[in-house]
């Protein structure tokens, strides 16, 4: 067991699990507090056609992978502005489009791309040291984005319009969240893939929701069991030969089901009735 960690290509793994986990259960709180789960979903497959592409046409896949990533939640944003959809009709439509555009890139390849199917479903193992570089870059401008802005962050997550009536433009801060969440899935495709990449984004988040009514304290707890079941889950996948993407949601998910049953707030239901 020991004897792994001397490799470079666990190190590296462990390292990028690391900081996907923590990047995407901090920006799942706001996407819990939010209702926003769907574009989590929508995004990482626009993502993945975009990587499809970069593959095919022999362009740079990440590249790709934000561009497709970022003009998703933005056309999402956009036609949910107008007032002409709800936003999970949007991305709804959005999302199978994508995908189909996916399949149609992976069709067209003359062969079998293992890469492709890596992001797809998540190849922590094989991550090199450039795509480390990237995912440290592009995580270290989202968190300092929601640091800079965490105050409105918190309040449009809460409520949108009293965030608008308090003077706060609520608009362009929802608009930044979608690009911050359209970005972190991107960073975390290598990891856990395109399939099970919002699974990360909301289980943390959800799991912290259980044991804490404080902002501060979910947002830590999150970045906390991001961190830990994503590591967690690398070292179960090397050691037992199973893929790290399953390995890491299923840990996850696990300690959110032990949360649910051991949620203070759970108690506090079952007692007398009190006061909000």
């Not at 901090?26 to 926003?36: A, D, E, K, P």
């Not at 890139?105 to 079998?112: D, S, V």
């Not at 190849?123 to 800079?148: A, K, M, N």
Request: proline share 3%.
């Amino acid at each position: 067991m020991l004897d792994l960690l001397t490799y470079d290509f666990m190190q590296r793994s462990l390292l990028a699990a690391a900081m996907v986990g923590g990047l995407c259960s901090v920006i799942g709180v706001f996407v819990v507090l939010r209702g926003l789960a769907f574009v989590g979903a929508g995004t990482a497959h626009a993502a993945f056609a975009g990587v499809a592409l970069g593959y095919l046409m022999g362009w740079p896949p990440l590249l790709l992978a934000i561009l497709f990533g970022l003009a998703t939640v933005w056309i999402t944003g956009w036609v949910e502005e107008k007032g002409r959809m709800k936003l999970d009709v949007s991305i709804g439509i959005l999302y199978t489009t994508t995908m189909a555009l996916a399949i149609l890139f992976i069709g067209l390849m003359k062969a079998y791309n293992a890469e492709v199917y890596g992001y797809l479903f998540g190849s922590v193992l094989s991550v090199t040291t450039e795509e480390l570089r990237v995912i440290g870059g592009l995580g270290v401008l989202v968190l300092s984005l929601i640091l800079l802005f965490s105050k409105e962050l918190y309040f449009i997550a809460f409520d949108q319009e009293m965030a608008e009536a308090s003077g706060v433009p609520a608009r362009r801060v929802f608009f930044l969240l979608l690009t911050l969440v359209a970005l972190t899935v991107v960073v975390s495709l290598k990891t856990v893939g395109a399939i099970l990449v919002f699974a990360m984004i909301l289980i943390p988040a959800s799991t912290a929701y259980q044991l804490t009514n404080s902002l501060i304290t979910l947002t830590l707890y999150s970045a906390i069991i991001g961190i830990i079941t994503a590591v967690a889950g690398v070292v179960i996948s090397a050691v037992w030969d199973v893929p790290s993407g399953p390995a890491i949601v299923l840990l996850a998910t696990t300690v959110f089901f032990i949360s649910v049953l051991l949620s203070p707030k759970k108690m506090k239901h079952a007692g007398p009735a009190h006061a909000h």
